[in-house]
């Protein structure tokens, strides 16, 4: 979807809540429907090595924001929070729309589909979209 300004500035990666008018981030799981904010592919064309890398772009408040809707088996480039991940790790949506490890309660969004590593907070990692479940 591309037809909604976002609310604030937003790096691409992100988990963002749809509403009516507006694209907000989100920093749980519930509270509206979520999306994954995608990249800003037009906006270089100096590709990822450029200065103006669309994945590290933010989008400025007031902009209209290209969103996806995310369904069971999708994968994704999400921002992740600062941890330490394994191969299959069931991640929930935390702070500033980035996915984090879940934990007992949370409900499952997606789950790590890299080699075990560690990320920095804003860092990007694929991940696999869940049939979202409480763990």
């Not at 008018?21 to 749980?28: E, K, R």
């Not at 500033?96 to 969004?109: E, H, K, N, Q, S």
Request: aromatic fraction near 8%; charged fraction near 15%; glycine fraction near 12%.
């Amino acid at each position: 979807m591309s037809d909604k300004t976002l609310a604030a500035a937003l790096l691409p990666g992100t988990f963002v809540l749809v509403g009516a008018t507006q694209l907000t981030q989100a920093a749980a799981v519930d509270g509206g429907r979520l999306a994954v904010l995608g990249d800003r592919d037009y906006y270089s064309s100096l590709g990822i090595s450029g200065a103006t890398d669309p994945l590290l772009t933010s989008y400025k408040a007031g902009e209209i924001g290209v969103a996806y809707l995310p369904k069971p088996d999708d994968e994704f480039l999400c921002a992740m929070a600062a941890g330490t991940y394994a191969y299959g790790q069931e991640l929930t949506v935390g702070a500033a729309g980035r996915l984090t490890t879940a934990v007992a309660g949370d409900i499952v969004v997606a789950h790590f589909d890299q080699a075990g590593k560690t990320t920095a907070a804003g860092e990007l990692a694929d991940v696999v979209i869940a049939n979202f479940y409480t763990l």
